[in-house]
């Protein structure tokens, strides 16, 4: 690829602000580069992955977020491989790309513009705890809901995003809307190719990874989505692990040692290990008093040291913690209707068929049909297909994104 400058130039506004122009690719389809001028842009978020700014859109004055990140020229950049192959509802948006050079010489920056999202379910939690408030219980279910209907697409796409976090997890809170964010962790694991273990942020980390495991599965996102749930419940992260080990321990105390045969599942190199013997915790000791049954059920059936023993997304979506959604009657507690939660595409409702005749409450169903325009629901089958398809081939120059890593 021939990495040019496309910044064309800065100027400034009648207004005093200043506005640059850019060369810049639109997220989906085909590679029409195009003029994009922006304006207002301002800081918003650093990482050791580069820098985040707020900007404004000339044309439209929709508000963007710019994530600018150091390009190796060696690879095709990963993020922006996977990010170009997903369309979601529940996943931030790419608008477009467009790359601009360093201080340094030869030194090239790879921008993405991405939707903006003003909030993230860890600031909404983290203020509801300082008030000493836990989230109300129908905000944490539409909030949950849509993280697993996320994962349930990626997962379908082959993409595990192995970076699950409240930070990652953008709120619209007028509206309820929730969307995935940050595949800069993410990829596509493609079965006997060995993947780096030190992933994801530590509280949310899948035991296998702490046990070192390279062969690990999309179920490790499923893991890291119950400890947020758990979180959510409890007000406070349920592993606060101060280290890998530690983190382990944390587990233990609430699961109880892992047996011989759930320590080879997670990684069979580790089968010698001597681990104290703690008996597991009742789940509703761990909880408060009054926690709904149904969301208790729910995190013991993602919390499981056995990777295949974990429910899939889409199974966690048809749960009965998230029936209250799927009632005609259900409001957000500001009054507004619920944010699109049922409109399935024909390619989400084909990962697990046996399920959409739960998925798809009676009421949409009724709507769909009267109106013509809807895409049709496929009628339920009888023979479930796997809740994690066999990973799809690597996307288009993804192979060489840096390693296997």
Known sequence: MNFLDVVVAVLTGKDGNKVTTV???????????????????????????????????????????????????????????????????????????????????????????????????????????????????????????????????????????????????????????????????????????????????????APELIFGATDYTSQIDVWSAGCVLAELLLGQPIFPGDSGVDQLVEIIKVLGTPSREQIREMNPNYQEFKFPQIKAHPWTKVFRPRTPPEAINLVSRLLEYTPGARISPLEACAHNFFDELRDPNCRLPNGRELPPLFNYTPQELAIQPSLNAILVPAHVRQQQQESPAAPAVSPPQQNDTSSTPGAEATPPGAAATGGSA
Request: glycine share 6%; aromatic share 12%; hydrophobic share 35%.
């Open 23 to 205: 060369v810049a690719t639109p997220g989906v389809g085909p590679d029409r580069p195009q003029e994009v001028s922006y304006t207002d842009t301002k800081v918003i978020g650093n990482g050791s992955f580069g820098v985040v700014y707020q900007a404004k859109l000339c044309d439209s004055g929709d508000l963007v977020a710019i994530k600018k990140v150091l390009q190796d020229k060696r690879f095709k950049n990963r993020e922006l491989q996977i990010m170009r192959k997903l369309e979601h509802v529940n996943i931030v948006k790419l608008r477009f790309f467009f790359y601009s050079s360093g201080e340094k010489k030869d030194e090239v920056y790879l921008n993405l513009v991405l939707e903006f999202v003003p909030e993230t379910v860890y600031r909404v939690a983290r203020q509801y705890s300082k008030h000493k408030q836990t989230i109300p219980i129908l905000y944490i279910k539409l909030y949950m809901y849509q993280l697993f209907r996320s994962l349930a697409y990626i997962h379908s796409q082959g993409v595990c995003h192995r970076d699950i976090k409240p930070q990652n997890l953008l709120l619209d809170p007028e509206s309820g809307v929730l969307k995935l964010c940050d595949f800069g962790s993410a990829k596509v694991l493609v079965r006997g190719e060995p993947n780096v273990s030190y992933i994801c942020s530590r509280y949310y980390r």
